[in-house]
């Protein structure tokens, strides 16, 4: 990003901020080089987010929280998430999902899993750890910058799940296991 470019996303802060002291030299040089890599319409709209739920001049951090939540989007909550699972539930082959989270964690599960399951609060408890889990990951990964990304362990990139999929599935056994104790202890 220009110095020029820049210019104008501090104009904005400033003129909003202009009872406070302004930056230091210093801090805008930092603040330059941690936001480069956010394209300069998602840094505008991530200044006016938090120009209308601040009244303190915004750090990195601010940008960088609000630059994420804009560039992901609106993603559904756990559960309605697995409202779409159910939704697709007759259909023979792996569905596509309108939210790739969600077929991530499926796919993690088990598409067959959870087809057959005969306990499906299980499933559902999986899923719904397993998405929540992704989601807090991603965004985690997404306010970072690319060199700390990149200096990331390829374990530890975040484009895993936080589960693997061996043990998602032995939760889903325990859980079944679990139910079918209960059902034949108050059978």
Sequence with gaps: MTKEVFADVLALI???????????????????????????????????????????????????ENASEIMMGSLPSAIEAWGEVMDKISQRSFPKFTNPITARVVKAI?????????????????FIDGYNAIVKQEKKLSVMTPDVRE??????????LSKSPKQLEREVIREHEKQALLEAKNG
């Design 14 to 64: 400033e003129t909003n901020y202009s009872n406070q002291d302004g930056y230091s030299v210093e801090k805008i040089k930092l603040m330059r080089h941690m936001l480069d890599d956010i394209p300069m319409d998602i840094l505008m709209l991530a200044v006016k987010m938090h120009i209308a739920s601040s009244p303190f001049m915004p750090s990195v951090a601010d940008l960088r």
């Design 110 to 126: 088990g598409w067959r899993t959870i087809k057959m399951s005969t306990l499906p609060a299980s499933e559902r408890r999986a």
């Design 151 to 160: 200096a990331l362990p390829a374990s530890n990139q975040l484009r895993l």
